[in-house]
């Protein structure tokens, strides 16, 4: 069973569309998280939401929005995509007192 | 300002051999200190987490050691097989306690030869 899965696994899209990007964790998790690892290799963290609450929001442009339906999903969605947007993103997830985080393999969003 | 490097971006050896990876970072004063492994088209996978009252954490042939005077973490592999070939992450804690804020070094690209 997958742990931390997102999808889609790949996203090619034009510049000035919008997208998401879902996030699903059967581990039972409080906190799930979002990152960018750009073209080399720094991952970034952007957000952060624990029981629902958004608790990191690095600096992001707010053209960024996270929403999190509930503990197991956290989705991330994309208003008017720059050709800067092109990166892998990460869903991860961890449990409060537990300090390691189980990462999904990745979206790769490229912007034509 | 803060910053986490990672000793170099590629580290080549010959199978048998231990590996040795760095972290450094400035400006950070972090509770923990983390070492994850990335496959191609992977996301991280954790595999070791050291705090900063512990001076050597080992598990099978992984060793992580952190000197917070030193300001540096040092993750070994001993006798390194070709299956350890991957990208290797260094992460500290940030923030406040209990955000699970991390920030990641850059990787250290292990290639390990038969």
């Known amino acids: 069973d997958t742990a931390v899965s997102q999808t889609p696994k790949y996203l090619v899209t034009q510049m000035g569309n919008d997208k998401s990007i879902k996030c699903e964790q059967n581990?039972?998790?409080?906190?799930m998280y979002w990152y960018k690892q750009d073209s080399k290799k720094f991952l970034k963290i952007m957000f952060s939401?624990?029981?629902?609450?958004?608790?990191i929001n690095e600096t992001v442009p707010n053209r960024f929005s996270p929403k999190s339906p509930d503990k197991a999903h956290l989705n991330l969605h994309i208003n008017s995509l720059e050709l800067g947007d092109s990166a892998v993103y990460f869903c991860?997830?961890?449990?409060?007192?537990?300090?390691?985080?189980?990462f999904g393999d990745g979206t790769r969003l490229s912007i034509l | 300002s803060q910053k986490i490097e990672q000793n170099s971006e590629a580290l080549n050896i010959q199978e048998g051999k231990t590996a040795t990876l760095t972290c450094n970072y400035t400006?950070?004063?972090?509770?923990?200190l983390q070492w994850y492994r990335q496959d191609p088209g992977r996301g991280p996978v954790f595999l070791l987490l050291?705090?900063?009252?512990?001076k050597e954490k080992r598990k099978e042939r992984l060793k992580v050691t952190f000197d917070t005077t030193l300001k540096q973490s040092l993750f070994h592999i001993t006798a390194s097989q070709p299956a350890d070939s991957a990208t290797y992450l260094c992460?500290?804690?940030?923030?406040?306690?209990?955000?699970?804020?991390?920030?990641f070094g850059q990787g250290t690209t292990l290639q390990v030869k038969p």
């Open positions: 991860a997830s961890s449990q409060a007192g537990q300090d390691l985080q189980h």
């Open positions: 581990l039972g998790h409080d906190t």
């Open positions: 939401y624990n029981n629902k609450e958004l608790i």
């Open positions: 400006n950070y004063s972090p509770a923990y």
């Open positions: 050291i705090r900063e009252n512990e």
């Open positions: 992460a500290l804690a940030a923030g406040s306690s209990n955000t699970g804020k991390l920030i």
